[in-house]
């Protein structure tokens, strides 16, 4: 299995640099890239669903994307320690029905030695909000690198 760099353990600087593949990776909204950076047998809670391994992320990511319209993120940093990180996020979308929500969450990583994530839990709340509340404005795809962190818009 090739290394998926930055490879633990981590400092900051490669911590924030690991949640920023990974956010461009999500806003990407490709379920088979983004399923690439988990171990085959990797493990996951996503509110009350537990997929695991690769095949199901993907099959679970594809569905989510398929229901989240207009899906932008922005990740970042909570804490770390050698072969872990905490981020903290929130994301936008829009339902099939047209109505706006932004999705305020947590995760936990745990990584192996070859820098794919082998443990994810995310705790994640949904939040209804005007679409002239929206804060994620950028074309669909990666944050640009000027947006504001969650911290900046007071997220």
């Avoid at 905490?86 to 829009?94: K, L």
């Avoid at 969450?105 to 509340?133: K, P, V, Y």
Wanted: aromatic residues 12%; charged residues 30%; neutral net charge.
């Amino acid at each position: 299995m090739p290394a998926r760099h930055p490879l633990p353990p981590f400092t900051k600087e490669t911590a924030i640099q690991k949640i920023r593949l990974a956010e461009d990776a999500w806003n990407s909204r490709d379920s088979e890239k983004v399923s690439l950076a988990y171990t085959i047998d990797s493990t996951w809670r996503n509110r009350a669903a537990f997929p695991k391994g690769r095949i199901e992320i993907q099959s679970f990511l594809a569905e989510k994307w398929s229901r989240e319209h207009q899906y932008r993120l922005i990740k970042e940093l909570w804490a770390f320690t050698n072969n872990r990180i905490a981020v903290r996020f929130a994301y936008e979308w829009q339902g099939s029905d047209g109505a706006w929500c932004r999705s305020f969450g947590n995760e936990n990583w745990e990584f192996d030695a070859n820098g794919l994530m082998q443990t994810r839990f995310a705790s994640i709340n949904d939040l209804r909000i005007a679409e002239n509340e929206r804060k994620f404005l950028w074309p669909q795809g990666p944050r640009p690198a000027d947006h504001p962190e969650l911290s900046d818009l007071g997220l």
